[in-house]
């Protein structure tokens, strides 16, 4: 795979998981207090997973680098991470009637 494309497609992904993420946050604060409260302690995760991404993100519009293999496993296990949470958040773990897509 090309270096170029593969920054491409990853800036992409990234960028979709990061605003999936902020969505599943914005859904929480819509909940009731008490809803709200209970998930309270997850939230700094979620928090954690977009800066992350935000790192990765900013490499990426940096510089693509000829030689990525590195980068590449970093970048990938950072995608993987934020699957397994949106995952995790998706409207199926968020209380019926507060999530709006």
Known sequence: MDAKYYCE???SELTGMKAR?????REIDKMPDSDRQRL????PELYNVMDEL???LDELKAECPSDWTQQKSEIEATAEEA?????YW???HIPAGYYSG
Do not use: F, G, L, V
């Open 90 to 92: 998706d409207a199926e």
């Open 21 to 25: 993420i902020y969505n599943i946050i």
């Open 54 to 56: 935000s790192t990765r």
């Open 9 to 11: 497609s990853m800036q």
């Open 40 to 43: 309270w302690p997850q939230i």
């Open 83 to 87: 699957r397994k949470k949106i995952n």
